[in-house]
Each structure stands twice: as C-alpha cells, then as structure tokens.
C-alpha cells in the first residue's frame, strides 16, 4: 500500500543520512497535503484538530457530496510554513482515525477550487501565496 511504501522511503532515508536529497525535499515549494481516509463525518474542525500539532492550518478544503452535504473522504489541507508538511506526512500517514487509516502525502501543485462571484459566476479563487519554502536565516 501507498502508507507502507512511504513508511519504507522514510526508513531507507534515515538509515542512509538523507537530508536534501530527501523525497520531501521534491515538494518545497508547497505547503499543501492531499488528506485520505477520512471518517466521512469528520468536518474542517476535526481535521484543523489533528493536523495543527504540526503546525499552523492556513486553508483546509474537503469536497462534499452535493445531495447528502457529507465529505467524501478526502481533502487538502495548506500549511503556514512548508516544513510542517514534511512532519505531517511522516507522523500522522497511515494513522488511525475513527477506525480509518489515513493517508497522507505531499501535493505539488494545488489549484484551488472555483467560487462563485456576486453574479453567480464560477471564477477561479485567488491563489494563495504562503506555500513557498521559508527563507533561511
């Protein structure tokens, strides 16, 4: 499975010292996690509960069934610093909630979903600009 698959890069990663050559280090320049498994009746709350211990949710969106208005099990969720993502992913993919194994793995580009405008329009959201790579100090 995609859980153990990351569990096991994770491992060969540490034992060999990897530190910029780390798969993580592919999606730097976004902020973004795609979000599987989820408890269908888990809700933004519920998710921006688990997720912050690794640091400060910015956007979290969990498409719903347009008829029943439940999510559909999966999500993206973005980061205020990027490194955060890399925590999330290694501790929290493939953990248990509400008896669902989660899966949890880095986006690389995230479009954010249309919204409508004051006419009713569907229009592309404006694109958030916080997923680049920290600067360092």
């Given at each position: 499975?995609?859980?153990?698959?990351?569990?096991?890069?994770?491992?060969?990663?540490?034992?060999?010292?990897?530190?910029?050559?780390?798969?993580?280090?592919?999606?730097?320049?976004?902020?973004?996690?795609?979000?599987?498994?989820?408890?269908?009746?888990?809700?933004?709350?519920?998710?921006?509960?688990?997720?912050?211990?690794?640091?400060?949710?910015?956007?979290?969106?969990?498409?719903?069934?347009?008829?029943?208005?439940?999510?559909?099990?999966?999500?993206?969720?973005?980061?205020?610093?990027?490194?955060?993502?890399?925590?999330?992913?290694?501790?929290?993919?493939?953990?248990?909630?509400?008896?669902?194994?989660?899966?949890?793995?880095?986006?690389?580009?995230?479009?954010?979903?249309?919204?409508?405008?004051?006419?009713?329009e569907w229009v592309d959201a404006e694109e958030q600009t916080l997923s680049a790579k920290p600067q360092l100090v």
């Amino acid at each position: 499975s995609v859980v153990r698959e990351i569990h096991r890069i994770n491992q060969a990663e540490l034992e060999l010292g990897a530190g910029a050559a780390s798969w993580h280090d592919d999606y730097k320049d976004s902020a973004y996690i795609f979000i599987g498994g989820l408890h269908y009746d888990l809700t933004e709350g519920d998710v921006i509960t688990i997720f912050s211990q690794y640091g400060e949710v910015m956007d979290v969106n969990l498409p719903r069934d347009k008829e029943t208005g439940k999510t559909k099990g999966f999500g993206f969720l973005m980061y205020e610093d990027q490194r955060s993502t890399v925590l999330a992913v290694d501790n929290l993919n493939g953990a248990k909630v509400l008896d669902r194994t989660m899966r949890v793995d880095h986006v690389r580009n995230y479009k954010q979903p249309k919204i409508q405008n004051e006419d009713g329009e569907w229009v592309d959201a404006e694109e958030q600009t916080l997923s680049a790579k920290p600067q360092l100090v």
